[in-house]
């Protein structure tokens, strides 16, 4: 049979054309699906992930934590009873999302209890009692203290409102009336819910928080999705406590193939799901494919019109050939996926690089309750801060207000505690002035620690120019009448985390830091006393004057302690 050259050559040409393009099609798609895949996981993981740590820092950072320091602050011997609930009033105040905190006594019905007004205000308005709805029972405390729940969030719904509430209890050593008190809050946790809602992966995949019976939550509408095998794989692990993280492909019921990761939050009894269909994940490979069939058509469209041009030239149509297929073959299919997960990875990298903004604001926030050598000791412990200290030469000073027990019974709680704060923001600035860094603030009194070279010298200046404040503060205040005494001693501290393992404070320890404690509880009004060792090596400084005082006898010490006196300059010559 005869079998014309023009269409061998055809033939050919067209195989030549379409197989080695096909091959490298489909390697190529398979490649592409493999990248994706991984990106995509990756991608999953890393938003489940980090919805987990915007919970669990959500749940300690902006609740618990200053809920334990409102416990605290109830549970000072120093407040009586009006002043306690002042502070439930100014807490309430000041933590976001939390809608209520009460005072509940045992064997009592009648807590003592604080709301938020605008809740409290929407539940009026569905014809609900605010002191009903958010009132933790007797029996709920009697349950968390039973299963050594303290602390740990109990989540409820509010059906009327679609709210989803926490509930968390904290136990004062303080009791009334012998009988044991618990501080209870409720927080609303919507905030919670907008993270899920406005995070960026919400909008090409689906964020679901499920618990442990398997219903969603953070939602308005609860459902039950116990048809996800990625949900039953969760649920056991949510029960049994456990935090394994994991990965799972899946199809659902509606025969959709789908990707999926889950995480587990710390302090809450949920998963947190992230899926992303099949479909979705492989988009790319998709265009990648309808482009591979365009260029093959085009290939193909190239080859036949080759073919019929150079079936008169034996040669020249196979060369040409050739070189259509190897530039087809050698295209830049890698650049577009590298191109294309290059995008990906730009994409994933913006969405961390905007989670890692949150947390510094908290942190900043968080610093604030912290001294610079916390962060520090934080910052260089590696793995986590073990208790513990090293010993240091350092300058301390503590400084204490004068006439504030008379001034904070006269006032109301708000002016003194407005008072203190304009009188530590003013020796705050100084401290930080000097490159001192404040160790604490006790009631009235303020501890600073100065270390590296001129330290003694710097703890003077500090400590003399605090004075001078002070007396600005006096004039600006006069009704207040508060003065500041100061001491100063220099010597070896212990500087370490101590306490127990999961409450520690970073501080300093040792007698110097006793010595400066009582010579400041010696100083007059208005005077600064630092110790030999401080005079010694604070030395030739314009502007101050110092001056030897009678040795004084301290507490814990045989024998009277030399000590001098620091003022400014121009104080001295005034004088």
């Known amino acids: 049979m005869w079998f014309p050259l023009r269409l061998k050559f055809f033939v050919f040409a067209t195989l030549l054309?379409?197989?080695?393009?096909?091959?490298?099609?489909?390697?190529?798609?398979?490649?592409?699906?493999?990248?994706?895949?991984?990106?995509?996981?990756?991608?999953?993981?890393?938003?489940?992930?980090?919805?987990q740590g915007q919970f669990d820092t959500t749940y300690q950072g902006r609740w618990l934590s200053p809920l334990m320091v409102i416990?605290?602050?109830?549970?000072?011997?120093?407040?009586?009873?009006?002043?306690?609930?002042?502070?439930?009033?100014?807490g309430l105040q000041e933590l976001p999302d939390v809608v209520s905190m009460q005072l509940a006594v045992a064997g009592s019905n009648l807590p003592i209890m604080a709301t938020d007004q605008a809740f409290s205000n929407r539940l009026e308005?569905?014809?609900?009692?605010?002191?009903?709805?958010?009132?933790?029972?007797?029996?709920?405390?009697t349950s968390i203290e039973d299963t050594g729940q303290f602390g740990r969030p109990l989540i409820s719904r509010i059906e009327e409102t679609g709210s989803w509430i926490a509930t968390l209890a904290l136990p004062l050593n303080t009791k009334i009336a012998g009988r044991q008190v618990t501080l209870a809050a409720r927080i609303e946790l919507s905030s919670l819910s907008r993270l899920v809602q406005r995070h960026p992966f919400a909008q090409r995949g689906e964020i679901t928080v499920i618990d442990q019976a398997g219903r969603t939550v953070l939602q308005e509408d609860q459902n039950l999705v116990l048809d996800r095998e990625i949900v039953q794989s969760a649920l056991p692990l949510i029960v049994a406590g456990a935090r394994a993280n994991a990965l799972q492909t899946y199809t659902r019921p509606d025969g959709t193939d789908v990707l999926g990761a889950y995480a587990f939050p710390d302090w809450f009894p949920w998963a947190v799901i992230t899926e992303l269909t099949e479909e979705s994940a492989y988009a790319v490979v998709n265009a990648i494919t309808r482009q591979i069939m365009i260029i093959g058509a085009l290939g193909f469209a190239l080859a036949s019109i080759g073919a019929l041009i150079f079936a008169r030239r034996l040669t020249g149509p196979i060369l040409r050939i050739g070189e259509i297929v190897e530039k087809v073959g050698m295209g830049d299919f890698s650049a577009r996926v590298n191109n294309v997960t290059s995008r990906d990875e730009l994409g994933q990298l913006s969405g961390r690089v905007n989670t890692m903004i949150a947390e510094l604001g908290e942190r900043l926030e968080l610093m604030k309750f912290v001294s610079h050598g916390t962060m520090s000791a934080i910052k260089n412990?590696?793995?986590?801060?073990?208790?513990?200290?090293?010993?240091?030469k350092v300058s301390v000073i503590f400084t204490d207000?004068?006439?504030y027990t008379e001034f904070s019974e006269r006032v109301a709680p708000?002016?003194?505690?407005?008072?203190?704060?304009?009188?530590?923001?003013?020796?705050?600035?100084?401290?930080?002035?000097?490159?001192?860094?404040?160790?604490?603030?006790?009631?009235?009194?303020?501890?600073?620690?100065?270390?590296?070279?001129?330290?003694?010298?710097?703890?003077?200046?500090?400590?003399?120019?605090?004075?001078?404040?002070?007396?600005?503060?006096?004039?600006k205040f006069p009704d207040y009448n508060l003065h500041v005494g100061i001491g100063v001693?220099?010597?070896?501290?212990?500087?370490?985390?101590?306490?127990?393992?999961?409450?520690?404070?970073?501080?300093?320890?040792?007698?110097?830091?006793?010595?400066?404690?009582?010579?400041?509880?010696?100083?007059?009004?208005?005077?600064?006393?630092?110790?030999?060792?401080?005079?010694?090596?604070g030395t030739d400084m314009d502007g101050v004057a110092i001056d030897e005082l009678a040795a004084i006898p301290l507490k814990g010490y045989a024998d009277p302690v030399p000590t001098f006196g620091a003022r400014s300059a121009d104080r001295a010559a005034a004088e």
Do not use: W
């Open 125 to 141: 308005a569905l014809g609900l009692d605010p002191v009903q709805v958010l009132t933790v029972p007797a029996d709920l405390i």
């Open 489 to 537: 001693a220099s010597g070896e501290v212990v500087m370490g985390a101590m306490g127990a393992a999961s409450r520690m404070d970073y501080t300093v320890l040792g007698s110097t830091v006793n010595l400066a404690a009582r010579l400041c509880s010696k100083a007059e009004p208005g005077q600064v006393l630092i110790d030999a060792a401080t005079r010694e090596a």
């Open 381 to 392: 412990s590696g793995e986590g801060m073990e208790r513990g200290g090293v010993r240091k």
């Open 414 to 475: 708000e002016v003194v505690i407005e008072a203190l704060n304009e009188y530590f923001e003013v020796q705050n600035k100084i401290v930080v002035q000097h490159q001192g860094d404040v160790d604490k603030f006790i009631g009235d009194a303020l501890v600073a620690v100065f270390e590296g070279e001129n330290m003694e010298q710097r703890a003077i200046c500090c400590s003399v120019q605090i004075i001078d404040a002070m007396q600005d503060l006096l004039e």
């Open 71 to 90: 416990r605290n602050g109830i549970d000072s011997d120093e407040l009586d009873v009006p002043q306690k609930v002042s502070l439930l009033t100014l």
């Open 401 to 403: 207000i004068r006439g």
């Open 17 to 51: 054309a379409v197989a080695p393009l096909a091959i490298v099609g489909r390697n190529l798609e398979q490649l592409s699906r493999d990248e994706l895949k991984s990106a995509a996981n990756e991608d999953l993981t890393t938003v489940a992930a980090q919805l």
